[in-house]
T-cell receptor, first 115, second 111 residues
């Protein structure tokens, strides 16, 4: 099973709201990723977790707050977002972060609209 | 810095025709390369990967890609395109388990 699940599929939120995106995988992967994808663009890396610790933050604004409660779950907490944050948010996982290459498996994404 | 270039933003082919999508990379060492496909509003699905060994790699859905070091290319091919292949295709290179994506190629299929 190479499935990464994401909830919700769609989310509409106001600029003063607080919401969370959820990602789950049961492949035993120890690396998990958050990407942001705008229309007609490739995904842009936001955060990387390795063994449940934040490994990389690609200078993402603090209104995005990631959390990795355990090895299977990854959350992205959203607060005081701007309309330009509207995008498809993709979660991915891979076996590990190491010198060896591993493919990343992507979830279906959460379509976020900020009003 | 490493980079990936997909020279074609859009490609239109007729159903049943052959397909080649181009990907060029810039990377100092041996690259680890991927092709992903994305249907509208969906996540990315891995089509195939090249890590080492045989330079012609087979993937899912009848796709294959050939790694050519001399040309810094990793082009994706399919001998006969189906209407369901219409999607966005991304080439990517691995950099310490981070992916650098090309800009993508949108494939349209004419009936």
């Amino acid at each position: 099973d190479t499935e990464v699940t994401q909830t919700p599929k769609h989310l509409v939120m106001g600029m003063t709201n607080k919401k969370s995106l959820k990602c789950e995988q049961h492949m035993g992967h120890r690396a998990m990723y958050w990407y942001k994808q705008k229309a007609k663009k490739p995904p842009e890396l936001m955060f990387v977790y390795s063994y449940e610790k934040l490994s990389i933050n690609e200078s993402v604004p603090s209104r995005f707050s990631p959390e990795c409660p355990n090895s299977s779950l990854l959350n992205l907490h959203l607060h005081a977002l701007q309309p330009e944050d509207s995008a498809l948010y993709l979660c991915a996982s891979s076996q590990a972060i190491s010198g060896a290459p591993y493919e990343q498996y992507f979830g279906p994404g959460t379509r976020l609209t900020v009003t | 810095a490493q980079s990936v270039t997909q020279p074609d933003i859009h490609i239109t082919v007729s159903e049943g025709a052959s397909l080649e999508l181009r990907c060029n990379y810039s990377y100092g060492a041996t690259p680890y390369l991927f092709w992903y496909v994305q249907s509208p509003g969906q996540g990315l699905q891995l089509l195939l990967k090249y890590f080492s060994g045989d330079t012609l790699v087979q993937g899912i859905k009848g796709f294959e890609a050939e790694f050519k070091r001399s040309q810094s290319s990793f082009n994706l091919r399919k001998p006969s395109v189906h209407w369901s292949d219409a999607a966005e295709y991304f080439c990517a290179v691995d950099n310490r388990n981070m992916l650098t994506f090309g800009g993508g190629t949108r494939l349209m299929v004419k009936p």
